[in-house]
Structures are given as structure tokens and as C-alpha cells.
């Protein structure tokens, strides 16, 4: 087909079928939530290369602070869980139901948020801080980026639940946030483990 | 099916996976508490994450659901990258020890 055809019948006859199948906004927020894994990968391997090979690393958790992040954890992965009620309600356009869903994620997204911030404020007092050493820079730069995406999330569960509420936004809008905020389950999934797990006091 | 039965649904059908991930997580907080060597430590607590991470993207995020060349896309070029990282990663930590290259 030449330039003046697809001009004349524009381009629906040269378009194949997706690949994937999936809508062109999903497709973004899968290749962004891949970028953004690299990124968290990148944090994570050089933590590990750091952990395993410093001569001595200071074990700052004890059993409250263990006790603080499996609360956390928890949270986190039941607001996935009613992130997945809010994207199926949405799907079948229960709008009163999915909202009650995104809200009570948001709720689970700034009650970990609290929880986080409360050991980092425990850190604190004990003058763990960013500047205090190896283990101070690595712990507060990851658990920090993924800190903001928790908190980017909640505010963009809001502002989406909001409009997708009045119905200026989609389900596939609402569909996007969970991918989204299931990728920061999913991150949290390998912090916890690393940052946390090999630091317990013994 | 109703609107209201749906979202339900929903919610039972990933309970297992909700329960499997929160069993892992209780493992990875046990073995953190064995006297393991640190390296040990962090390849099982990595190998349990990966574990974790694969069904969050397989049900959580829907991608065993979507089409299989999506999944073929996205996760062996992540992968890719990710080892990839570790060539200079292993690097920075030889500078870091002042070791010459060729030991």
C-alpha cells in the first residue's frame, strides 16, 4: 500500500492485530513497571554485594522491630488482595464497590506508610541515620525510593478512585493503578528479606 | 453473575495465593533467625523472594492470565538485565578491596 493510500484510507488496513492484546495503557505501565524493577534491582544488588562483602555491619533490628515489619508486610500484602476486589468491581462496573475497595486500600497503603516512618523515627533516636554508616545509607536510600512509590501510590489510588468515581476515568485507569501497586507489594517482597531479614540482632 | 458476587469471587479465588505468600514470608522470618552464614542467608531469603515475587506477577498481577508473548517479552529481558548488572556490581567490589584484576 503506498503513503497516498494509507493518507486516503488511513491505516486501519495495514494494523495488525496487538501481539499482546492488551490495551496501549497497560502495555505502558507494564514497560514502566519493568524499567522501575531494573531500578530496585540495581539498589538491591549493590545492597547485597555491600551486606556480603563488609568486613562488619551493624544488626540494628530486634525482635519489636521484626514484629514492626511482619505487621507491615501484612498490610501490604491484604491491600493487594482489595486491590484485586476494586480492579474486579471495576471490570464489572460495580462503581459503589470498587470504591469501597480502592479506599480501603489507600487506607492499608498510608497505614504502612505510618508504620514505616515509625521505624524509621526508632532509627532515628538511636542515631541511625543516612549519614551514619554503610548500613544507615543503604537501609534509608532503599526502604526511602520504595517509601515514595508506596506513598505515590496511595495519593495515585485516590486521585484515580476519585475520578474514575465520577466517571471521567475508566476501569482500565483503575485496572493500570493496581498493576502498579501490585509491583510495590512485589518490591517489597525482596526488601524485606534483604534489608531486614539479615540485620536481626541474634 | 451479579456485579456484587463478582468482586467477591474474586477475593476467595486468590485467598490460597494471599495465604501462600504470607507462609513464605513467616519461612523467610524463621530462617532469619538460624544462625546461617550471612551469604547463605541472603541466597535462601532471595531464592524464597523470587518464589514470592512470581506469583505476585503470575496472579496478583494477572500476567499468567494475559498472552504468553507478553510474559515471553517482559521477564527474560529483566532478567537479562538484572544478571547482567552483576559484571560491574562484582567489579565495584574488587576495586573496593584494591585487588588487581588478574588475581
Known amino acids: 500500500m503506498s503513503e497516498t493510500d494509507v493518507a486516503v484510507h488511513g491505516h486501519g488496513a495495514l494494523m495488525e492485530e496487538s501481539p499482546y492484546a492488551i490495551p496501549s495503557r497497560k502495555l505502558t505501565m507494564w514497560l514502566f513497571i519493568i524499567s522501575d524493577a531494573v531500578t530496585f534491582g540495581a539498589f538491591l544488588f549493590a545492597y547485597g554485594y555491600i551486606r556480603v562483602s563488609a568486613a562488619s555491619w551493624e544488626r540494628p533490628f530486634e525482635s519489636s522491630s521484626v514484629i ?34 480502592l479506599y480501603s486500600t489507600a487506607a492499608l497503603g498510608a497505614l504502612f506508610a505510618a508504620l514505616h516512618l515509625r521505624e524509621w523515627f526508632e532509627l532515628f533516636g538511636r542515631n ?51 498493576l502498579y501497586w501490585h509491583f510495590v507489594d ?11 531479614l539479615t540485620n536481626i540482632v541474634h | 453473575m451479579s456485579a456484587a458476587s463478582s468482586s ?19 519461612v523467610e522470618v524463621f530462617l532469619s533467625f538460624q544462625h546461617f552464614a550471612t551469604g547463605s542467608l541472603v541466597i535462601i531469603l532471595l531464592l524464597l523472594a523470587v518464589c514470592s515475587a512470581t506469583l505476585g506477577l503470575l496472579y496478583f498481577m494477572h500476567l499468567a492470565e494475559e498472552r504468553r508473548n507478553l510474559l515471553l517479552t517482559l521477564i527474560p529481558v529483566t532478567i537479562f538485565v538484572l544478571l547482567m548488572m552483576n559484571m560491574f556490581w562484582s567489579d565495584s567490589v574488587r576495586l573496593l578491596h584494591m585487588r588487581p584484576g588478574a588475581q
Open chain 1, 68 to 101: 514492626n515489619v511482619i505487621i507491615m508486610t501484612v498490610v501490604l500484602i491484604t491491600s493487594s488482595l482489595t486491590m484485586l476486589g476494586a480492579v474486579d468491581a471495576s471490570k464489572v462496573g460495580d462503581k459503589a464497590k470498587a470504591m469501597r475497595f
Open chain 1, 128 to 178: 541511625i541515620t543516612l549519614s551514619s554508616g554503610l548500613f544507615g545509607q543503604t537501609f534509608f536510600t532503599i526502604t526511602g525510593l520504595h517509601l515514595l512509590h508506596v506513598i505515590s501510590g496511595v495519593i495515585a489510588i485516590l486521585v484515580v478512585g476519585s475520578k474514575y468515581s465520577s466517571g471521567s476515568l475508566t476501569p482500565g485507569h483503575v485496572e493500570s493503578t493496581g
Open chain 1, 186 to 196: 512485589l518490591v517489597w517482597m525482596f526488601v524485606v528479606p534483604l534489608v531486614y
Open chain 2, 8 to 26: 467477591g469471587n474474586v477475593i476467595k479465588k486468590y485467598l490460597p495465593v494471599y495465604f501462600v505468600l504470607l507462609a513464605i514470608f513467616f
